[in-house]
């Protein structure tokens, strides 16, 4: 939830009470206080400039699902073969994509693409150390036949993951962000969890994405619509369930709602999902809070001098507390208001004040939905947020994992991307990994007992 309404959910409780020696004890400390530096260097503000979405991401896709009226801007971390350990064998690198030599991407030397890239197909582009974050790409049209990921092959050891095609986090961001809000997550987690691939694209509306036909089908967030638009790009990039990985869907906030229901749809196609994972977001509080949405929207500035302004903005606001996140993530939430003049002034990409029939619906029933998937859950929360009455019970029965982050904001995978990193990375290996347990005594060895995950068929 924003902060605002944080706040104001704060402000119905009591004020503290002071212990008699308080007042006190803080006069003290306060003459032992030293004063501010003088000199102008002390209070002027460091500019903030754009980081590169290469230093995120290797790749910058442009997925056009068939029938779809959108062209959504992607951004792809592939997994990578994992180092051998002992009593396991090293994961096979042969199918594994390599950059060129020139630093560019020539479809044509990937493992998985055919020797001519038919016309008007989407072409897959690595983005080179220096390459901007503007840098275009798209999907190879070989991998529409091939049905092998993108530069997975085979990333972990055999007997180790349920798929021997690997994993990939599929992120959808809240409204008003961008992919590239997931870009230091995805960067954390191809730290700690290189096995595991990330796929985060911006939703129609938002960043780069484009939409073309009807007037009003850019600001059509509707649930119905963010599912049908989150299963075409799985479909298009994996698109054959045999050989597609496992899938791990992340949601934030709004992007929760298309994730927690899209997860059945595929697997009744035949994908493996193996878990969803909702971060900061609780129906309850969440409907609560949507008659406050208009007066804080009201409260943000309609326009910045310029993306630098719009990144400082972020973080004197305190909506993204890591600069490192900002100067990535926000300059796809803005756009120039003279395309003539991308330096100058901006204004919001996203007019979030014209989706608000939709936000109910993103929402209403989400709790029920999230515990009645059928592959792993887990909620990851900022701050002690209570639960509605269903996540309550939910966890009580041990239905999901619940973890609070301490010290963040509601962009918490744009705070604090390490801990969620880790988080998710452990979550993932739990729920993706073959737990054989040993033979009983006197029983032959050749059949093992395999132990399958809840929801698990």
Not at 22 to 35: K, Q, S, W
Not at 36 to 58: D, N
Not at 427 to 443: D, E, H, S, Y
Request: with cysteine; proline share 10%.
């Amino acid at each position: 939830m924003s902060e605002e309404f944080r706040k104001a959910i704060l402000n119905r409780l009591a004020p503290p009470t002071k212990a008699p020696w308080a007042e006190e004890d803080e006069e003290e400390e306060l003459a032992d206080e030293l004063g501010e530096l003088g000199g102008a260097s002390a209070t002027k503000k460091a500019t903030i400039e754009p980081l590169s979405a290469s230093e995120f991401f290797s790749q910058a896709l442009e997925i056009n699902p068939p029938g779809n009226d959108t062209t959504f801007r992607a951004y792809m971390t592939p997994p990578k073969a994992v180092p051998p350990s002992p009593g396991r064998p090293a994961a096979s690198t042969s199918s594994l994509k390599q950059p060129n030599p020139g630093g560019g991407f020539n479809p044509t030397q990937a493992p998985w693409a055919s020797n001519a890239v038919s016309p008007g197909a989407s072409v897959s582009a690595t983005l080179p150390p220096s390459a901007p974050a503007t840098f275009p790409g798209k999907l190879p049209s070989a991998m529409a036949t091939s049905g092998s990921a993108p530069g997975m092959g085979s990333v972990t050891a055999p007997g180790q993951s349920r798929n021997p095609h690997g994993t990939y986090f599929v992120m959808h961001h809240g409204a008003g962000a961008s992919g590239l809000s997931f870009a230091a997550l995805a960067k954390e987690i191809a730290a700690r969890g290189p096995e595991y691939g990330v796929l985060s694209f911006d939703c129609r509306g938002h960043g780069k994405t484009r939409t073309e036909g009807a007037a009003g089908r850019d600001t059509d967030l509707s649930l119905p619509t963010l599912i049908d638009d989150l299963t075409g790009i799985i479909r298009h990039t994996f698109p054959d369930p045999k050989t597609a990985p496992s899938l791990i869907l992340v949601g934030h906030s709004m992007g929760a709602a298309p994730c927690i229901d899209a997860a059945p749809l595929l697997q009744k196609e035949g994908y493996t999902v193996a878990g969803v994972a909702a971060l900061d977001i609780v129906e309850g509080t969440a409907v609560e809070s949507l008659p406050l949405m208009k007066n804080i929207l009201s409260k943000r500035p309609p326009s910045f001098a310029s993306v630098p302004s719009a990144i400082q903005w972020h973080l004197d606001s305190g909506s993204i507390r890591n600069p490192t996140s900002a100067r990535v993530s926000v300059p796809s939430y803005v756009v120039p208001m003279n395309t003539q003049d991308k330096d100058g002034k901006q204004r919001w990409r996203t007019d979030l004040l014209a989706t608000e029939p939709f936000w109910l619906g993103w929402y209403e029933g989400l709790s029920k939905r999230f515990l009645s998937s059928r592959c792993a859950r887990i909620l990851v929360l900022a701050g002690q947020e209570r639960l509605d009455n269903d996540l309550i019970v939910g966890q009580m029965q041990g239905k999901f994992q619940l973890e609070v982050m301490t010290d963040v904001g509601h962009f918490l995978h744009e705070d604090d991307p390490a801990t969620l990193a880790t988080t998710l990375v452990n979550f993932a290996r739990r729920n993706t990994q073959v737990l054989v347990l040993p033979p009983k005594i006197g029983q032959p060895t050749s059949k093992p007992v395999e132990v399958k995950h809840v929801g698990e068929t």
